[in-house]
């Protein structure tokens, strides 16, 4: 998918003693969101790598003890595979230790109800997706549940 920066060096997911440390992937649509969940797990020092395919998201989750996936219902088929991948019966995360949250449009009202019925554990609307995104990011990389549940906000 185009305009999804590259994941970074495997030397800043590895923790000091060279164990894969904790991360939360993401699907985003556009680079300006990329950079921005990116940039914005960098400052608050939760990692934040992307995956493309579920493909990508099976090998994220081999090498590395992923705990979250943030997805951009800007693009809808990534953003559902990926959710159903991980939620689906007999899925990539049986356990349901990866918390899902998607993001899109507030008009995506479909789009939401979607990725609520795929097993996201919470869809926020865009501005409240940015405006909690570093709160975000340090809950879902071990505080409590993410807050948003399945409708806009």
Known sequence: MPGIAPPDSASETQSPTGESAAMIVYSAADLVWSTRIQGTGKQVGGPCRPVRSVEMLKARLADSDVRAAIVDLENPTVALEVIRALRSEGGLDPDKKVRIVAFGPHVAVELFE?????????????????????????????????AGGAAPA
Do not use: H, Y
């Open 114 to 146: 979607q990725a609520a019925a795929a097993g996201a554990d919470a869809v926020l609307a865009r501005g409240a997706f940015d405006r909690r995104l570093p709160q975000l990011i340090l809950e879902l990389n071990g505080g409590p549940e993410p």
